[in-house]
């Protein structure tokens, strides 16, 4: 099975590195899937999306991700975006209530904390 080097990174800490054999992610051009031998391509994240990556083990990792940027090469997918956290991370009683802020950017961090959770939004 072919596989690809995969970082997720925020600008405060490294989440996840590892191999992996897909990767989706939603650029301001739209979503975008990555297979290994992807053509060269960079991207600009959207705030409040959602990235998922399958890795080597068939493990879906699951994050959201508050801009930034995705670069990939034929054998590497880089995630860098200015914020992130794991779905496993995601308080989300915490992100309910934020849905309800007056800050547009408040409530699309929360949203994308729930569907990153498997939690509708």
Do not use: C, N
């Not at 890795?55 to 994050?63: K, N, V, W, Y």
């Amino acid at each position: 099975m072919a596989e690809m080097s995969v970082q997720l990174v925020a600008v405060e800490r490294r989440l996840w590195s590892g191999t992996g054999t897909f990767v989706v992610a939603q650029t301001t051009e739209g979503e975008i899937g990555i297979l290994p031998g992807h053509e060269p391509v960079l991207g600009q994240l959207v705030h409040g999306g959602v990235v998922k990556i399958v890795t080597s083990d068939g493990e879906t990792i699951t994050a959201a991700v508050y801009g930034g940027f995705l670069s990939v090469t034929a054998d590497a997918v880089s995630i860098l975006a200015e914020s992130a956290e794991l779905s496993t991370e995601v308080d989300v009683d915490k992100a309910r209530a934020a849905l309800t802020a007056t800050d547009p950017a408040e409530r699309d961090r929360a949203a994308a904390g729930l569907r990153a959770a498997g939690q509708s939004a």
